[in-house]
């Protein structure tokens, strides 16, 4: 099984508020993992990717972070949130190198009010 | 220049008809491309992968990929209505993190009966 599970599926969270979205996948060892935001009615923004535990390349803002304290899992937080949070979150995993598809959990679909 | 750029559309085709929709990458280095279909809410799932020049068929698809242009395409054949969503076309490139999966904003596709 090569799934991915993502947690929770909706989540509404006030302006200020911590974050703490979690990412497992199974199956084979030392996958590729990536955290993208989509926010309502745009494209996937890369947040952050990882290549191995402990190893973590950012594309954003500082206000987001996120870690790899195991082989298959990704976690992505917040201290505070913002309004611009809010949006459509996906973990995606490749199985090997570049020239491996990635595929996608379902999502978290994260409301900051 | 966006790395990955697509019409956002919408893009509306007739019942049995074919759907062309084309993307264009800024990375000559990227050596892999995908295509993902998208429908409303959920999470984008994989249709093709393509990493040679020229044509890739999977039944009713299509993907073609001319490096030297730098742009890749995907043709949908007999257009049904459950085919419309959004496509999403992703380039695999290498960065000195490693992998990086990089998404076009998507093209909306409408079949209409």
């Known amino acids: 099984s090569q799934t991915i599970h993502q947690w929770p599926a909706t989540l509404v969270q006030p302006v200020g508020s911590p974050l703490s979205l979690e990412c497992t996948v199974e199956?084979?060892?030392?996958?590729?993992l990536y955290w993208y935001r989509q926010a309502a009615g745009r494209g996937l923004q890369l947040l952050f990717y990882?290549?191995?535990?402990?190893?973590i390349s950012s594309e954003v803002p500082q206000n987001l972070s996120a870690s790899r304290p195991q082989d298959r899992q990704f976690i992505l937080s917040s201290k505070k949130l913002l309004l611009s949070d809010s949006g459509f979150y996906l973990c995606?995993?490749?199985?090997?190198?570049?020239?491996?598809?990635?595929?996608f959990g379902q999502g978290t679909r994260l409301t900051v009010v | 220049q966006k790395e990955v750029e697509q019409n956002s559309g919408p893009l509306s085709v007739p019942e049995g008809a074919i759907a062309s929709l084309n993307c264009t990458y800024s990375?000559?280095?990227?050596?892999?491309f995908f295509w993902y279909r998208q429908y409303s809410g959920k999470s984008p799932e994989l249709i093709m992968s393509i990493y040679s020049n020229g044509d890739k068929e999977d039944g009713r698809f299509t993907a073609q990929l001319n490096k030297a242009s730098q742009y890749v395409s995907l043709l949908i054949r007999d257009s049904q209505p459950s085919d419309s969503a959004t496509y999403l076309c992703a380039v695999n490139g290498f960065t000195g993190g490693g992998n990086k999966l990089t998404f076009g904003t998507g093209t909306q596709l409408k079949v209409e009966l």
């Open positions: 199956g084979t060892s030392n996958p590729n």
């Open positions: 990375d000559r280095v990227s050596q892999s």
């Open positions: 995606a995993r490749q199985i090997g190198g570049m020239n491996t598809e990635a595929f």
């Open positions: 990882s290549v191995g535990i402990g190893q």
